[in-house]
């Protein structure tokens, strides 16, 4: 299993980023994925997940209405748009694999594989 998050970077605040994440190793379309993040000097944070065939997703309160998960099982990829991003968003962001096709609410934690990760910065 291989996930490689691009897309990271450093933006205004109320800008956008698109973060990508390539996967390679399993079958993409069969498996919920996520978007997790680490801010500095804090714990893993749960972003957004989607389900396998991309027609549910939910998000974590902090970035509901401005981000948007989506994902391309033509192309094995995963996406993150995030628009009107703030200080607090500043983060590296990882790509997360559960080992099902749905993830029922409340277990958004049980990812069993993530990424090396993209940074992104949003000064203050």
């Known amino acids: 299993v291989r996930l490689v998050e691009s897309g990271g970077g450093l933006v205004q605040p109320g800008g956008s980023l698109r973060l990508s994440c390539a996967a390679s190793?399993?079958?993409?379309?069969?498996?919920?994925m996520s978007w997790i993040r680490r801010a500095p000097g804090k714990g893993l944070e749960w972003v957004s997940l989607i389900n396998n065939v991309g027609n549910s997703t939910r998000y974590a309160d902090s970035v509901k209405g401005r981000f948007t998960s989506s994902r391309d099982n033509t192309k094995n990829t995963l996406y993150l748009q995030m628009n009107s991003l703030k200080p607090e968003d500043t983060a590296w962001y990882y790509c997360?694999?559960?080992?099902?096709?749905?993830?029922?609410?409340?277990?958004?934690?049980?990812?069993?594989?993530w990424g090396q990760g993209t940074q992104v910065t949003v000064p203050s």
């Open positions: 190793g399993f079958t993409f379309r069969n498996h919920a």
């Open positions: 997360a694999k559960y080992m099902t096709a749905t993830v029922a609410g409340g277990q958004e934690s049980r990812y069993d594989t």
